[in-house]
């Protein structure tokens, strides 16, 4: 089986979340001010402070989607929108964006329960909205209940093989043609080894630099297609 992107999702502590952040700026966090002018714990006493877990009834939604080429931008508006939307919903706690590449994307939204859930995925607006976001995408839905869960998201190399064996191969065939020709027609009179060096050196920084990164952006919608038009993992 191919390497999947694993992620796990547990609760984690404000208290520390706000002392990274502090941390990341350049600001002293021993030296803050704590509520009511009181002096601010170290940083080694909060991260011994832990808020209570997340109820075990607490479900987390993921969702995957590879995007087609050129509707990155229809994407990022379309997720402010579907965030604006989950906040609204009854039941809702949190929600993260994991972006592998700018056209393959992972959502993830927490809510309180099951029904806080179903509610909000049977919400019409929420339908009509998905709806368009599965026009230029292909999409894959996963659902856990439970303080910590884990998911096994799709990746690139979850892609079918022989989808990528067909597309890499039409691919070069034209471009080690077109190299091999006009090597030839140069190096008519060179022997084949020397012929070979600079076509072989041509061929692999094409793809590596040029034709690769845009053959996978352009198909990768349709390479982590299963049978039934989801992503695969």
Known sequence: MPPVLRVTFSAITAVEVTVADRIRTGTDASVLPAAGGQPAPTASAIRSRSMPADPDQTVTIVTSRAIRAGHEEDFEQWVQELNRLARAAPGYRAAIRLGQTAGFQHLLFRFDDQDAVDAWQADDALSA???????YSTVLRQTARGDAVAFDLPSDASASKSKRFITTWLTVFPILLGISTIVRTVLKDVPLPLQL?????????????IILPRLQRYTRFWLLQDSSGRLQT
Do not use: E, G, K, Y
């Open 129 to 135: 909205h998905a709806a368009v976001a599965d026009a």
């Open 197 to 209: 060096l600079p076509s072989s050196l041509i061929l692999t920084a094409t793809l590596q630099w």
